[in-house]
């Protein structure tokens, strides 16, 4: 069997509400859902379907150039060499020894596309090539959006009445702001849900210390990395002396950070993401590296459509050691590419798909009006000027001192 085409797509979800992240709202001025679909044609009529984030610069256009200059590295390959290809993209494009991060992001439309065709070509979900499932449906956090303390409480209200169990926000802008805001999160949902906050490295390893003695009195499921992650050292003892437990998520983006986060003892959960460093190989790696150590996992989102989430499932449902609930916007979107819309939830779990591969497929009429949508609406949107309130100006200066 070969790859005799790659093809790609750029579409644009739109979603309920307009996220917005530490330091700036999502979307680059647009509050749609942005992906790029990958297709791998084989000659024997089977097709393999991936989605690639859309990140850098928030333009499309770059992610699908980004796919599209590898074409001919996958076209004409046998689709069951799926990591030896993945390994060799990595060669060619200068990510075996410069480093991945953003171009593995794109490439990941192409990595997720191989898997989901092995599992085509052998009529096997994901989770059993992958040794078999450990559970049959996955739990996901619900996202609070930045905002006045009292908004955000009634948000997180909204939300554990939807049966989220997890309740995620930013933190790391003003200190005073990030304890106003717990305080009235936790004080509106009562004692039973978990609050996780994240900080995205925000924070000095004073202020953290600081900040996180005060937070305790917040009963905080996690802090998501509280200081910037180069020196897993200093998140260790950052570690060692405040009692909220300390998530790894930019530390243990790559392997290598995962086993540095696990040699150093520098934290007590590790974030995860299949579309990083090493791809869907090197997660499984991760994964197993955290499970040695004992400790729990995730995964992170991009905001993904219901293609690059079925990928999170299967992920999830193959390693005895991802329990916490995982990142998703997933709840946000008004529809979804995929053939029979989107996933449904019941509370906090999504199911695990059974069918071969991902166990979803393309809904050619979605696609093509989202890809219409995109086209008309999303592409060529400026970036708003660098006063506009879409930017926390604070938040740029980092780490606080
Ligand atoms: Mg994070």
């Given at each position: 069997m070969r790859i005799?085409?790659?093809?790609?797509?750029?579409?644009?979800?739109?979603?309920?509400?307009?996220?917005?992240?530490?330091?700036?709202?999502?979307?680059?001025?647009?509050?749609?859902?942005?992906?790029?679909?990958?297709?791998?044609?084989?000659?024997?009529?089977?097709?393999?379907?991936g989605e690639a984030p859309v990140v850098w610069a928030g333009s499309a256009a770059v992610t699908t150039a980004m796919i599209e200059a590898v074409a001919p590295l996958v076209v004409g390959d046998d689709p069951h060499d799926h990591d030896l290809v993945r390994r060799r993209l990595y060669a060619e494009t200068g990510m075996a020894h410069l480093g991945t991060q953003g171009m593995s992001w794109a490439l990941s439309g192409i990595d997720t596309a191989l898997w989901d065709l092995t599992g085509r070509i052998?009529?096997?979900?994901?989770?059993?090539?992958?040794?078999?499932?450990?559970r049959t449906r996955s739990g996901f956090h619900a996202d609070v959006v930045p905002d006045e303390p009292?908004?955000?409480?009634?948000?997180?209200?909204?939300?554990?009445?939807?049966?989220?169990?997890?309740?995620?926000?930013?933190?790391g802008f003003a200190p005073e702001l990030d304890e106003a805001r717990v305080r009235a999160i936790r004080e509106a949902v009562g004692d039973g849900p978990r609050l996780r906050v994240d900080a995205n490295g925000a924070w000095s390893p004073g202020l953290a210390k600081r900040l996180l003695d005060r937070l305790a009195a917040y009963d905080l499921e996690?802090?998501?990395?509280?200081?910037?992650?180069?020196?897993?050292?200093?998140?260790?003892?950052?570690?060692?002396?405040?009692?909220?437990?300390?998530?790894?998520?930019?530390?243990?983006?790559?392997?290598?950070?995962?086993?540095a986060v696990v040699r150093h003892g520098a934290a007590?959960?590790?974030?995860?993401?299949?579309?990083?460093?090493?791809?869907?190989?090197?997660?499984?790696?991760?994964?197993?590296?955290?499970?040695?150590?004992?400790?729990?996992?995730?995964?992170?989102?991009?905001?993904?459509?219901?293609?690059?989430?079925?990928?999170?499932?299967?992920?999830?449902?193959?390693?005895?050691?991802?329990?916490?609930?995982?990142?998703?916007?997933?709840?946000?979107?008004?529809?979804?590419?995929?053939?029979?819309g989107p996933l449904r939830f019941d509370g906090c779990f999504l199911d695990v798909p059974q069918g071969p591969g991902l166990g979803v497929d393309l809904d050619p009429e979605r696609v093509a009006h989202y890809a219409a949508f995109h086209?008309?609406?999303?592409?060529?949107?400026?970036?708003?000027?660098?006063?506009?309130?879409?930017?926390?100006?604070?938040?740029?200066?980092?780490p606080r001192v």
């Open positions: 005799t085409e790659l093809r790609t797509t750029a579409v644009a979800v739109p979603q309920k509400r307009t996220y917005r992240s530490s330091w700036r709202r999502t979307g680059h001025g647009t509050n749609a859902l942005q992906a790029v679909l990958v297709e791998l044609v084989t000659d024997e009529g089977l097709t393999g379907i052998l009529d096997q979900p994901l989770h059993r090539l992958w040794g078999g499932a450990w009292e908004r955000m409480a009634e948000d997180a209200l909204a939300r554990v009445a939807e049966g989220f169990r997890t309740l995620y926000f930013k933190v996690y802090i998501e990395q509280p200081i910037p992650p180069g020196d897993p050292e200093e998140l260790a003892r950052l570690r060692a002396r405040v009692s909220v437990p300390i998530m790894a998520h930019e530390s243990s983006l790559s392997v290598e950070g995962t086993l007590d959960a590790v974030q995860l993401d299949p579309r990083f460093d090493a791809g869907i190989a090197g997660a499984h790696t991760a994964a197993q590296i955290a499970e040695v150590a004992g400790l729990p996992a995730l995964t992170h989102t991009f905001g993904e459509l219901g293609v690059g989430t079925a990928l999170m499932l299967h992920f999830h449902a193959a390693h005895r050691n991802l329990v916490l609930d995982s990142q998703t916007y997933y709840p946000n979107l008004t529809d979804d590419v995929i053939a029979g086209a008309a609406e999303v592409a060529g949107i400026k970036p708003p000027p660098p006063d506009d309130p879409y930017y926390d100006r604070e938040y740029l200066i980092r």
